[in-house]
């Protein structure tokens, strides 16, 4: 075999068993699909400023009455509308049709034709709208009023219809208006708006007065004599009345308004402790521009406590059969410019009631019931007046300036949570570390703590294992000069860990809830006292909360 | 005129070229060959330097031959990967895995030794040539070339900390921010029409160059690729910048717009879909453009030369079928803000990728963009041990993706009237394992050629990192008659 031959065949020989090398690189049915890999991961999870308000509009349940007043101090405000009452709730004006007829009877008595004409009369004598709500009108001022009269004849002689209202004054004089009659079958109408007229109520108890008289004047001009089957109907129609002013007396109304509670529903997420405030103040303002004196109280008042569920009578407020108070009305001498007289109930406050105690016994409502007396004194001769835009409006206010101290509120909100992760995500989380960050520029120390829970609100884990509460950061400090703390320099920084491994990722997965409990408590000084705190508008929390996540695969694919 | 066929040699490269045949059949092949600028014996070696010169009078050859130009097809198929080889994610660590293969992420420590050793910018690379038509001869002093070339040439870059992020973590990472660039593809489809000429000055310095137009046929562009993504160390908030420019040509379709719908949540692709047609797109000469090689060839001493060339210099302007996307964004993110987790609303997961997903704001334009050729320079020199046979080094330079890949080359080259043959070795940054080997067959005019860069890939494919191959047909006619200047 030739030289060159031999050296091709080892090489070629070569290159094959070198083929078996090689395939084991390429032989995957040895292959080992096992991974490790172990990385720490860092995220930002949340971060923001909370001012009070902030905190204070997540813990109100109830929102629709509950305000804060926002110059420099902090003032909660909660206010409930007691009553609200317009003329038009109280006066109606009905609709009144007056009808008379003329026959051959009213011809007979008049003796008949004499000198060319007869002359029939017959009078109304009473008076529109004289019961509404046993008010006794003296004189109405009218805005308005739809008179139609209606006229239906078969008489054949011409003459006059004349309708006077004695009692109404229109344009400055009494009102009459009168039909001319042409003689035969006729129907007429005549629609009359009245605007602006007065009618005098004085005399209508007087049995000569009249309201409405009517005079028929029919002349002998060849048409025989007055039939028995002739007559004359009028109807007189007073429709959509409207008053400007009613004078007279009102009568003696009472009036007890439904029970009604004012609710703290930021104080509601409180769970136990109590507080001290530094000048709660409950107060009644009322607007009254119905002419008539009023006698108004409290026939119920007290506070239902959150932590003890005992209800707590309010002192000092104007009970209506102890010491009721009689509203201001405005004078008939201001008509025709109305002016509602406001009057305040003077405060309820510290000074003179317990409404320091009930509110630092933490109320969840204050339940209250009034009543209303119209005209107590019960005597005709009072003179009330009711304009059209008369109200009434009572409004129940209470005002909590944010000056307190406390030995310990705890506070507790619940918060849904989810950890949507794939199950194997989880089983490769090995430890959460969650660094939280707070600047407390608040003028209480804040301790959290957090309890996980899972659907059926079992405890499974809490975030501060191990201790009940745990201090996470001391009040901001407070300059002893201004009284404030500076949001700039005065915030105290706090750095809290909390770490999750082991048994505590499984809890973690199965949660659903957390709840977060947050105790308040004001600092003692060195008298070991606690001084009464201030929050100022421009006060917040400064929170970031980051998370460093280890995860370890170490498994086969 | 008579013709000769040495039937063992014949059946010596038969049996080698099988051999290395089988053994590439789960591999794909390809490297520039560089063992290529001294096999003279073979005509697109001038493709190389335009200066080379031939000991025949001319050739021609290509796809449109008829039989000769498909069996075999003339192709030059290159694949790179500049960061791992098969072996370094596939491996036998023996001990306590036995006989088992693993990846090299079975350990963490491994996987991440694996992963900070690659480039900060993984590539793929892949490359192929056709020759169309060739024809070159000789006048006097002077030897012409003719070439019609369809090139491909295409990339895909992945950033390297995309596998190293999950092995670390944001947390832990070596590096102050986590660099996302590179992410993106290039891509190049071109005609070269090449017309150039070796002109013998004297005999001892020729000087060549060779003049091509380009028609671009289609094109991927990706010429800013910036994405990064920083983690503050203190309050852990996140920064991720990106910025893309993105320029394509191509004939399926036409982008209008690229923009958020409505609601945000949805990327909307205003688009129409183009009649395409091949041979209008085979035919298109509106993305014009043109190269230049330039070659020089000089001997200081007596059986020693001095060569330099620079190859494909040149650019390419797109025109037509042109869209230009420009896609820029920042995202921050702190976390949800507390008054959003105290409403229960905030889905964190949801949050988050929402304001990723909208990370970036598009600008679509149809703007003409110009791109420039992928260039080589060459320098070398060569030692004439004999007439025909000479060794020779030759350093080679290649700009691609805004780099300069370098390598050194060393080889014993055989060459006589259109036989040859040649051995290789070439040095490449982190690769020490390229051994080539070409040659030719040749039965009269006949010829045929192979040659390879990587011979060991071949063997140890489980290594292989950049493969070349290249191989074809040509007719190579007549004898140039010894002369001085003329031996290689």
Redesign the interface.
Same mark, same amino acid.
């Given at each position: 075999m030739k030289r060159s031959n031999i050296i091709l065949i080892t090489i070629s020989l070569a290159i094959l068993s070198l083929m078996g090398c090689v395939k084991d690189y390429f032989d995957f049915d040895k292959l080992s699909t096992h991974v490790q890999a172990s990385s720490r991961w860092t995220l930002p999870v949340a971060y923001g400023s909370l001012s009070f308000h902030d905190i204070l509009t997540q813990l109100d349940d109830t929102s629709s009455n509950f305000h804060i007043l926002s110059r420099d101090t902090i003032i909660l405000r909660l206010e409930d509308q007691i009553a609200s009452q317009t003329a038009a709730d109280f006066i109606t004006m009905n609709d009144k049709i007056y009808t008379q007829t003329f026959t051959k009877a009213d011809y007979d008595n008049a003796g008949g034709f004499s000198g060319g004409n007869v002359l029939m009369t017959k009078i109304d004598q009473q008076f529109p709208f004289d019961a509404i709500n046993a008010l006794i009108i003296k004189t109405a001022l009218m805005q308005h009023t739809d008179l139609t009269i209606t006229v239906n004849t078969n008489i054949s002689h011409r003459g006059f219809l004349t309708i006077n209202f004695p009692q109404i004054t229109y344009l400055g004089t009494t009102f009459t208006y009168t039909i001319e009659l042409m003689g035969g079958s006729t129907h007429i109408v005549r629609n009359l708006p009245l605007e602006n007229y007065e009618i005098d109520y004085r005399y209508q108890f007087v049995p000569t007065t009249k309201f409405i008289e009517y005079r028929l004047t029919l002349l002998d001009n060849g048409s025989g004599n007055f039939d028995s089957s002739d007559q004359l109907t009028v109807n007189v129609q007073m429709e959509n009345n409207q008053y400007t002013v009613l004078y007279g007396y009102i009568g003696q109304i009472n009036y007890i308004m439904e029970n009604s509670k004012i609710k703290f529903g930021v104080l509601n997420s409180i769970t136990s402790g109590n507080a001290v405030f530094g000048n709660p103040r409950l107060y009644v303002n009322i607007k009254n521009s119905f002419g008539l004196p009023v006698k108004f109280g409290f026939t119920e008042l007290y506070a239902k406590s959150v932590t003890s569920s005992l209800d707590i009578n309010i002192t000092g407020g104007r009970m209506y059969d102890t010491n009721p108070l009689f509203l201001g009305a405005p004078s008939i001498l201001h008509l025709p410019n109305l002016i509602p007289v406001d009057t305040v109930l003077y405060p309820i406050s510290s000074g003179n009631s317990n409404i320091g105690e009930v509110l630092g016994a933490i109320p969840e409502y204050i339940s209250y019931t009034t009543k209303f007396l119209a005209n107590p004194n019960a005597s005709t001769d009072t003179s009330n007046f009711i304009h059209r835009n008369s109200i009434l409006d009572v409004k129940l206010t209470m005002d909590i300036p944010l000056e307190l101290k406390t030995s310990g509120l705890v506070f507790m909100d619940t918060l849904d949570m989810t950890m949507d992760l794939d199950s194997s995500m989880w089983n490769r989380v090995k430890n959460i570390k969650l660094k939280i960050d707070v600047g407390n520029g608040f003028p209480h120390n804040i301790n959290i703590q957090g309890i996980f829970i899972d659907e059926n609100n079992n405890r499974i884990d809490s975030l501060f294992p191990g201790e009940d509460n745990r201090l996470l950061v001391e009040s901001g400090i407070i300059n002893p000069t201004t009284g404030r703390i500076n949001q700039q320099t005065g915030k105290t920084t706090k750095t809290t860990f909390v770490e999750v491994n082991g048994d505590r990722v499984n809890n973690l997965r199965r949660a659903k809830k957390i709840i977060i409990f947050a105790k308040y408590t004001t600092t003692y000084n060195q008298n070991n006292t606690q001084n009464l705190v201030i929050y100022y508008e421009n006060y917040s929390m400064d929170v970031k909360i980051t998370s460093d996540i280890d995860i370890l695969i170490d498994e086969h694919l | 005129m008579e013709i000769r066929i040495n039937i063992?040699a014949v059946k010596?490269a038969l049996? =080698?070229l099988l051999?290395i045949t089988c =053994?590439s059949s *789960?591999t794909l092949w390809g490297q520039e060959n560089l063992g290529l600028y001294y096999f003279n014996a073979v005509p697109v070696s001038a493709r190389l330097n335009p200066a080379a010169a031939f000991d025949y009078k001319g050739y021609f050859g290509g796809l449109i031959i008829p039989l000769s130009g498909q069996i075999p097809p003339p192709l030059n198929i290159g694949f790179t990967n500049n960061s791992f080889s098969?072996?370094d994610i596939? &491996?036998?660590p023996g001990g306590v &895995?036995g006989?088992?293969?693993? =990846?090299v992420?079975?350990?963490?420590i491994q996987?991440r030794n694996f992963a900070d050793g690659l480039k900060s910018v993984i590539r793929f690379d892949l490359n192929t040539y056709i020759d169309l038509f060739h024809l070159g001869f000789r006048t006097n002093n002077i030897f012409w070339h003719f070439s019609v070339v369809e090139k491909i040439e295409a990339g895909v870059g992945m950033p390297r900390d995309l596998i190293r992020l $999950?092995?670390?973590? *944001?947390? *832990?990472f070596p590096d102050p921010y986590i660099n996302l660039s590179g992410f993106g593809a290039r891509a190049i489809h071109y005609r070269e029409y090449g017309f150039g000429a070796a002109i013998e000055i004297n005999p001892d310095f020729i000087i060549g160059g060779k003049a091509k137009m380009l028609f671009g046929k289609a094109n991927i562009d990706m010429p800013k690729t910036d994405m990064k993504w920083e !983690?503050d160390p203190v !309050?852990? *908030?996140?920064r991720i910048l990106g910025d893309f420019d993105i320029n394509l040509t191509q004939p399926i379709l036409d982008i209008r717009d690229i923009r958020w719908d409505s609601q945000g949540d949805s990327l909307v692709f205003d688009k129409d879909e183009k009649d395409f047609l091949p041979v209008d797109y085979m035919l298109n000469g509106k993305n014009l453009g043109m190269a230049i090689d330039l070659g020089v060839s000089y001997s200081p001493l007596d059986k020693l030369k001095l060569h330099a060339s620079i190859t494909d210099l040149g650019f390419i302007s797109w025109k037509k079928d042109v869209t230009n996307i420009k896609a820029k964004g920042e995202f921050n993110?702190?976390?949800?803000? =507390?008054?959003d987790?105290?409403?229960?609303s905030v889905?964190?997961?949801a949050l988050m990728a929402d304001s990723l997903f909208r990370l970036f704001n598009f600008n679509v334009s149809h703007q003409t963009y110009r791109t420039t050729v992928p260039f080589n320079l060459y320098l070398g020199t060569n030692y004439f041990l004999t007439d025909n046979f000479n060794v020779g080094v030759m350093y080679r330079g290649k700009k691609w993706f805004e780099e300069m890949i370098s390598s050194l080359t060393f080889s014993l080259n055989y060459n006589k009237r259109g036989s040859g043959a040649v051995v290789t070795y070439t040095l490449m940054p982190d690769n020490y394992n390229n051994l080539g080997v070409g040659f030719t067959l040749k039965l009269g005019g006949w010829q045929t050629f192979f040659i390879t860069d990587n011979l060991l890939d071949a063997?140890? $494919?489980?290594h292989a990192r950049e493969i070349s191959i290249r191989f074809g047909t040509n007719w190579v006619l007549g004898r140039q008659k010894k002369h001085a200047s003329l031996l290689q």
């Open positions: - | 063992k010596r049996v =080698l051999s =053994l *789960n098969f072996s596939f &491996y036998k &895995y006989d088992s293969l693993v =990846l992420f079975h350990d963490s996987g $999950p092995l670390y973590g *944001n947390a *832990n !983690t !309050t852990s *908030n996140f993110f702190e976390g949800i803000n =507390l008054e987790l105290l409403d229960d889905d964190f997961g063997i140890y $494919p489980q």
